[in-house]
């Protein structure tokens, strides 16, 4: 199998030529109904073009949430193969948020579903979950690295029920959230100039100091706009893991459609904001 150039250097000059936003896809029946689109098929297709054209040309990532397209079955993955073939034609790479995780045979099955190359929903990286343990992972960290693909492990998220799992403390004195850090830094020992095996680390969370973020590997960091997070929150967030943040924006950015225009305007500003957050590091 042929493999692409490692995500991980090919995400860093995607945030380096474009800015490190993401932008999410999540059209859900609210948002569709916003937007004056029916909860169906025709709505969702719509919904997703008009994303994929309005900023795949000028965005370094974008993030289909893969269960708003699930819900409408074969049509709606129909749709989702569409939407991930689009925006990497357009230049973005697709990070899909489809938060896999299970053992064996079944990790296996979902990892050749979105990371190998010849599969309909290939994607550049795959969010997962490691809560059956790191290791059943593994088929996703093999076969990515063998594509070319990288993945986004569940470690200290936004919502607050993670706490009860990821605060949880391990026999050895660290909480998990910690140590899946350290799984994904050990990962990415010796990659230049970044790591493919990234976590997913809310923005939300506030001072993050006694966390050693720096995994040499890209942090997901959802909670921009909506959530109440904002750019100029990353630098206190993450301190000098910064450059290596990928700030992800959903409804703070999708709320300006189904006006292409307004959508490009929007996330042409969110990108401004954050080089300018950054900047002052």
């Not at 999410?24 to 297709?45: M, R, Y």
């Not at 996330?267 to 401004?272: E, K, L, N, S, V």
């Amino acid at each position: 199998m042929s493999s692409l150039e490692p995500f991980g250097a090919r995400l860093r000059r995607a945030m380096d030529e474009r800015g490190p936003l993401c932008v999410g896809i999540d059209p859900h029946a609210s948002l569709l109904a916003e937007w004056g689109l029916n909860d169906d098929v025709a709505g969702l297709e719509r919904f997703s073009r008009t994303v994929v054209e309005a900023t795949a040309d000028r965005v370094a990532v974008l993030k289909p949430q893969s269960a708003f397209f699930e819900r409408f079955g074969s049509r709606g993955l129909a749709v989702l193969e569409r939407t991930v073939e689009a925006a990497r034609a357009a230049g973005a790479l697709v990070v899909m948020d489809a938060k896999r995780g299970d053992i064996g045979s079944t990790m296996a099955a979902y990892a050749e579903s979105f990371l190998h190359k010849d599969a309909p929903l290939f994607s550049d990286a795959l969010t997962v979950s490691p809560y059956l343990g790191y290791g059943s992972l593994s088929p996703a960290v093999v076969l990515a690295r063998e594509s070319g693909a990288g993945l986004f492990v569940l470690a200290l998220t936004s919502n607050p029920e993670g706490g009860e799992v990821q605060h949880a403390v391990r026999a050895d004195g660290r909480n998990v959230g910690a140590t899946m850090l350290a799984h994904l830094a050990a990962e990415n020992v010796g990659e230049e100039p970044l790591g493919s095996f990234g976590a997913v680390v809310g923005a939300t969370l506030g001072d993050l100091s006694t966390y050693d973020l720096d995994i040499n590997g890209p942090l997901l960091a959802p909670g921009i706009g909506a959530q109440g997070a904002t750019p100029a929150d990353l630098p206190r967030v993450f301190g000098a893991a910064v450059r290596n943040v990928v700030p992800n924006v959903s409804r703070g950015l999708l709320r300006h459609g189904p006006d292409a225009g307004a959508l490009r305007a929007a996330a042409d500003r969110f990108t401004d904001e954050i080089r300018t957050a950054l900047a002052s590091t």
